[in-house]
């Protein structure tokens, strides 16, 4: 027999998480929760099960609860979800927020729920497309043992591939892709600006960036990023990078502070490949 799931949320995760379970089986979606009952009926037809309801009294009792909200709110649903009186001992509650630890959950794991968090590391604006390519997601995760002896076959029936975390470290682990995507957006940002003070018009440096930062990146992928580095420091030619340094800040401090912190890490990098 299935084990139930309620999701509490009715936003794009909640809605792609549900349809796959749905479509893929493993679970039986029970109810969506959301205080907009336009967005509880949406939800539901996009997953294509469960009832679409708006008060934590009317919800059924099930074997697992998900609770999909953002993140400021998830201490405070799960709060009310252990006062419904549903919360009862070997009832799974997580979440999949990167940026909060399961420990957030403490109301459910105190009425004795088994608790954890399993947060995929993609992005979800579009659920119609989540849902078709979702095969293949990395997910970290944390919790009780228990609890994701039950979640990790979900999981991996939609294919997702789960790599295990320390809670301690949660926020810093969120940090990494926020390096990664939208840090990494920002140091293209200012490419593109400098390359403006030279004169470049915007969609110019753009077409001419492309084929650098796609080789880069590849190259850092294939073989790692010490391999991966190029340019003045890997090549250990300190006073263009002074010199540099010395131009960008005249250009804009702030920016010329950024170059300073860049350049110290990726000496460090350098260092670590044996330059």
């Known amino acids: 027999m299935k084990p139930t799931l309620t999701i509490i949320g009715s936003g794009h995760l909640a809605r792609t998480l549900g349809r796959l379970w749905h479509d893929h089986g493993g679970v039986e979606v029970r109810d969506v929760l959301s205080r907009s009952p336009d967005n509880a009926k949406a939800a539901r037809d996009f997953i294509g099960g469960g009832r679409p309801l708006q008060d934590y009294a009317d919800l059924a009792e099930a074997d697992i609860y998900l609770i999909a909200t953002p993140d400021d709110q998830i201490a405070r649903c799960c709060e009310q979800l252990a006062a419904s009186g549903l919360v009862k001992p070997g009832v799974v509650v997580f979440h999949c927020s990167g940026a909060l630890p399961s420990a957030v959950l403490?109301?459910?794991?105190?009425?004795?729920?088994?608790?954890?968090?399993?947060?995929?590391?993609?992005?979800?604006?579009?659920?119609?497309?989540?849902?078709?390519?979702?095969?293949?997601?990395?997910?970290?995760?944390e919790g009780d043992k228990a609890a994701l002896a039950v979640l990790r076959p979900l999981f991996t029936r939609i294919g997702a591939k789960l790599v295990d975390i320390d809670p301690a470290a949660k926020t810093v682990y969120h940090a990494a892709a926020v390096f990664a995507c939208n840090y990494l957006v920002t140091l293209l940002d200012v490419a593109v600006q400098a390359y403006g003070h030279a004169g470049i018009a915007r969609d110019v440096a753009m077409q001419m960036m492309a084929p650098l930062v796609h080789k880069t990146v590849d190259q850092a992928f294939a073989a790692g990023t010490p391999a991966?580095?190029?340019?003045?420091?890997?090549?250990?030619?300190?006073?263009?990078?002074?010199?540099?340094?010395?131009?960008?800040?005249?250009?804009?401090?702030?920016?010329?502070?950024?170059?300073?912190l860049l350049a110290k890490e990726t000496l460090a990098l350098a260092q670590r490949r044996g330059r």
């Open 106 to 141: 403490a109301p459910a794991a105190a009425g004795g729920a088994l608790t954890a968090s399993i947060h995929p590391v993609r992005s979800f604006a579009s659920p119609e497309q989540v849902a078709l390519s979702f095969a293949g997601t990395w997910c970290g995760v």
């Open 228 to 260: 991966a580095l190029s340019g003045p420091i890997a090549r250990g030619d300190m006073e263009t990078v002074a010199r540099q340094q010395a131009a960008v800040s005249a250009w804009d401090a702030d920016k010329g502070e950024l170059y300073a």
